[in-house]
């Protein structure tokens, strides 16, 4: 069983950086593809970055791409990501998932029904 666990949430200005951190426990995520997730007050769940179990492949949503960037440590099992240029509308919860299985051959979609495990969530909370 997969447990994760996400930290570095909070209250940031618009313009300002975050970095969120995903550790994960019970067994290593080194071979799971993974992904963040977020979702905002009255909206579904949206998918915001993905990265393969090698680190080779990343996918990001468009509103995002260029501004936050998804990576992982296997040594410290944990995933991350940092987030630049913050705008009001990136005010959510935002989750970590792991894929259904190991050494998937591509990165799952973007649906949240493609990851297997998840985080409880961590709030980003950025002002104008």
């Known amino acids: 069983q997969v447990q994760l666990a996400e930290r570095g949430g909070g209250l940031v200005q618009a313009g300002g950086s975050l970095r969120l951190s995903c550790a994960a426990s019970g067994r290593t995520i080194s071979t799971y593809a993974m992904g963040w997730f977020r979702q905002a007050p009255g909206k579904e769940r949206e998918f915001v970055a993905a990265i393969s179990w090698s680190g080779t492949n990343t996918d990001y949503a468009d509103s995002v791409q260029g501004r936050f960037t998804i990576s992982r440590d296997s040594a410290k099992n944990t995933v991350y990501l940092q987030m630049n240029s913050l705008k009001p509308e990136d005010t959510a919860v935002y989750y970590c998932?792991?894929?259904?299985?190991?050494?998937?051959?591509?990165?799952?979609?973007?649906?949240?029904?493609?990851?297997?495990?998840w985080g409880q969530g961590t709030q980003v909370t950025v002002s104008s």
């Open positions: 998932a792991a894929d259904w299985t190991i050494y998937n051959t591509r990165i799952p979609g973007r649906q949240p029904n493609e990851y297997g495990y």
